[in-house]
Antibody
Framework: VQLVESGGGLVQPGGSLILSCAGS????????MTWVRQAPGKGLEWVAN????????YYVDSVKGRFSISRDNAKNSVYLHMDSLRPEDSAVYFC????????????WGQGTLVTVSS | EIVMTQSPATLSVSPGKRATLSCRAS??????IAWYQHKPGQAPRLLIY???TRATAIPARFIGRGSGTEFTLTISSLQSEDFAVYYC??????????FGQGTKVEVK
């Protein structure tokens, strides 16, 4: 299993960014996918997840209405659309594949860094 | 939201000794808990799921126990590669999934 994130970078407060995560070596369309972040010096925080077919998604309260998770199973990819970014959104963002039967995070990417600063 | 509380924040242990980490859930979560190991600059690694099931290729020295609200992760004989931060995470019923704040296991 391989997960590779991309799209991180420096963005101004109030700006937008789209993170991508490409999965390989597994049947992407049969797993829930998740985004988790780690702010500098802080612990892990679950951000959002999306069902196998994209029909359901959930978010942590702090990003509701600003972030949107989506997926393209034809491209084996999951995305995190981030709008109205705040300095407190600065973090390394990891994508992860959930377990086949439960929402633990079985495989992880290496992460992509998002910095929100003027 | 279920709050996961880990203790202690830091655990100082000599190589070869046993380490026991604790995680308490703010409400009953059955066995719906996972444990992860995280080293700086690396992806987190799943160690334990369903409270006590070791993930693929995880050594037998990692032992998860508990149910309901009280859980432990024991590392029976610490190896050099085990010094890291450990997190618990619940996945009971529906999101938001939450992590504990982490326990750092350091060399004594």
């Amino acid at each position: 299993v391989q997960l590779v994130e991309s799209g991180g970078g420096l963005v101004q407060p109030g700006g937008s960014l789209i993170l991508s995560c490409a999965g390989s070596r597994f049947t992407f369309s049969t797993y829930w996918m998740t985004w988790v972040r780690q702010a500098p010096g802080k612990g892990l925080e679950w951000v959002a997840n999306i069902k196998e077919d994209g029909s359901e998604s959930y978010y942590v309260d702090s990003v509701k209405g600003r972030f949107s998770i989506s997926r393209d199973n034809a491209k084996n990819s999951v995305y995190l659309h981030m709008d109205s970014l705040r300095p407190e959104d600065s973090a390394v963002y990891f994508c992860a594949r959930e377990g086949s039967t439960s929402s633990f995070f079985e495989y992880w990417g290496q992460g992509t860094l998002v910095t929100v600063s003027s | 939201e279920i709050v996961m509380t880990q203790s202690p924040a830091t655990l100082s242990v000599s190589p070869g000794k046993r380490a026991t980490l604790s995680c308490r859930a703010s409400q009953r979560i059955g066995s719906n808990i996972a444990w992860y190991q995280h080293k700086p600059g690396q992806a987190p690694r799943l160690l334990i799921y369903d409270a006590s099931t070791r993930a693929t290729a995880i050594p037998a020295r990692f032992i998860g126990r508990g149910s309901g609200t009280e859980f432990t992760l024991t590392i029976s004989s610490l190896q050099s590669e085990d010094f890291a931060v450990y997190y618990c995470q619940h996945y009971n019923y529906r999101p938001p999934w939450t992590f504990g704040q982490g326990t750092k296991v350091e060399v004594k």
